[in-house]
């Protein structure tokens, strides 16, 4: 079973950065698809970033590219999420998500991320 914890979010300023991390615990040779989604109040889900666990082919939503960098260590079984200019509409809980090649998806638990003066 597969299970995905969160960790390094926190209270930042405009302009400042922090890095996210999700770590994964059991196989992960069936991983196709890893990603970070984000959740602000009042507001729906939305995906940020994903990288593929074979090519890191990468995909960034417009509101983060050139801020926002998705990275993988397969090694360490951990995914990272570094975020750079961060502005008060990125407060927001970041998820991370797993999607394996049999269509199943695996969540965290969810860090909080938020960015205030």
């Known amino acids: 079973q597969v299970q995905l914890v969160e960790s390094g979010g926190g209270l930042v300023q405009p302009g400042g950065s922090l890095r996210l991390s999700c770590s994964a615990s059991g196989s992960i040779f069936n991983f196709h698809v890893m990603g970070w989604y984000r959740q602000a109040p009042g507001k729906e889900r939305e995906l940020v970033a994903t990288?593929?666990?074979?090519?890191?082919?990468?995909y960034y939503a417009d509101s983060v590219k050139g801020r926002f960098t998705i990275s993988r260590d397969n090694a360490k079984k951990t995914m990272y999420l570094q975020m750079n200019s961060l502005k008060p509409e990125d407060t927001a809980v970041y998820y991370c998500?797993?999607?394996?090649?049999?269509?199943?998806?695996?969540w965290g638990q969810g860090t909080q991320v938020t960015v205030s003066s």
């Open positions: 998500h797993v999607r394996d090649w049999l269509n199943d998806d695996y």
């Open positions: 990288i593929t666990f074979a090519r890191s082919t990468n």
